[in-house]
């Protein structure tokens, strides 16, 4: 499984973007997908998580009613909208796929594959 994450980029603070995150393979519906996020000189950490049918979703409390996930398996590709965005949202984004659960999950050592990373830069 190859992802591929890309949208991100400079927004002030307030303003909103649409992170992309693209998968190969034939079976990316019987995967749950999440996003993580490492800032400077911090550790990656969870961000949001779906389910492999996208009827279940997680989220970190700091983006709760700003960031919405979601997934189309007909384009195997997932999403993550990030509106009234703030200056500590700042980060590289990365997007990640599981194998061994369905169900939206925090811990990243459930995810198997990594996408590159797309950079966030929110100015205040």
């Known amino acids: 499984v190859q992802l591929q994450a890309s949208g991100g980029g400079l927004v002030q603070a307030g303003g909103s973007l649409r992170l992309s995150c693209a998968a190969s393979?034939?079976?990316?519906?019987?995967?749950?997908m999440g996003w993580f996020r490492q800032a400077l000189g911090k550790e990656r950490s969870f961000v949001s998580a779906?389910?492999?049918?996208?009827?279940?979703?997680y989220y970190v409390d700091s983006v709760k009613g700003r960031f919405t996930i979601s997934r189309d398996n007909a384009k195997n590709t997932v999403y993550l909208q990030m509106n009234s965005l703030k200056p500590e949202d700042t980060a590289v984004y990365y997007c990640?796929?599981?194998?061994?659960?369905?169900?939206?999950?925090?811990?990243?050592?459930?995810?198997?594959?990594w996408g590159q990373g797309t950079l966030v830069t929110v100015s205040s």
């Open positions: 990640a796929a599981s194998t061994k659960v369905l169900h939206p999950t925090a811990r990243s050592s459930e995810y198997e594959y």
């Open positions: 393979g034939r079976t990316f519906s019987r995967y749950a």
């Open positions: 779906i389910s492999w049918s996208g009827g279940s979703t």
